[in-house]
T-cell receptor, first 111, second 111 residues
Framework: NAGVTQTPKFQVLKTGQSMTLQCAQDMNHEYMSWYRQDPGMGLRLIHYSVGAGITDQGEVPNGYNVSRSTTEDFPLRLLSAAPSQTSVYFC??????????FGPGTRLTVT | DQQVKQNSPSLSVQEGRISILNCDYTNSMFDYFLWYKKYPAEGPTFLISISSIKDKNEDGRFTVFLNKSAKHLSLHIVPSQPGDSAVYFCAPGGSNYKLTFGKGTLLTVNP
């Protein structure tokens, strides 16, 4: 049971490049979410999904797209990276009403 | 407008003493409250939770107290150990799976 896995661990992008951050969970959780953590800002919700085929925006969705074609996977896409998207990104999953399990994070730098 | 406030960015205590971390919230729709612990370069890990119908929950050295009328909760760690040194996040949630994170408190336990 690997829990929540994220790839890559580190990434450097140039402004305007696109990329996809991968997230997978093997706990059959219906809920998955993406957060970003910036210094002094706590964790802010980007997008979330309550099940396959269902996604919704969180607090800071601009510049990011998501899709949920399977229960296990919830990729986060940056279509045109900007320096303001330099951050640490965490994926999480849970069942309804229970604690969220977090992945180890992806540290993204946009130059 | 911050719905969840952790007003102490940092806290330093001596090993063996009590650590008290505080959290205030404004949204009366929150019905469960979680505490997460985060070490550098790792994802947050769930520590302890409390339902809105309770005022105390204890798990070993960790106790969470909830005062709904004051919209205040606190995490007590006793006795504190050097391995408890981490950032602690308060994260209330409601019926929609979503958690709202505070900005965190950095706890340092000195040997």
């Amino acid at each position: 049971n690997a829990g929540v896995t994220q790839t890559p661990k580190f990434q450097v992008l140039k402004t305007g490049q696109s990329m996809t951050l991968q997230c997978a969970q093997d706990m059959n959780h219906e809920y998955m979410s993406w957060y970003r953590q910036d210094p002094g800002m706590g964790l802010r919700l980007i997008h979330y999904s309550v099940g396959a085929g269902i996604t919704d925006q969180g607090e800071v969705p601009n510049g990011y797209n998501v899709s949920r074609s399977t229960t296990e996977d919830f990729p986060l896409r940056l279509l045109s990276a900007a320096p303001s998207q330099t951050s640490v990104y965490f994926c999480a999953s849970s069942r309804q009403g229970s604690e969220q399990y977090f992945g180890p994070g992806t540290r993204l730098t946009v130059t | 407008d911050q719905q969840v406030k952790q007003n102490s960015p940092s806290l330093s205590v001596q090993e063996g003493r009590i650590s008290i971390l505080n959290c205030d919230y404004t949204n009366s729709m929150f019905d469960y409250f979680l505490w997460y612990k985060k070490y550098p370069a790792e994802g947050p890990t769930f520590l302890i939770s409390i339902s809105s119908i309770k005022d105390k929950n204890e798990d070993g050295r960790f106790t969470v107290f909830l005062n709904k009328s004051a919209k205040h909760l606190s995490l007590h760690i006793v006795p504190s150990q050097p391995g408890d040194s981490a950032v602690y996040f308060c994260a209330p949630g409601g019926s929609n799976y979503k958690l709202t994170f505070g900005k965190g408190t950095l706890l340092t336990v000195n040997p």
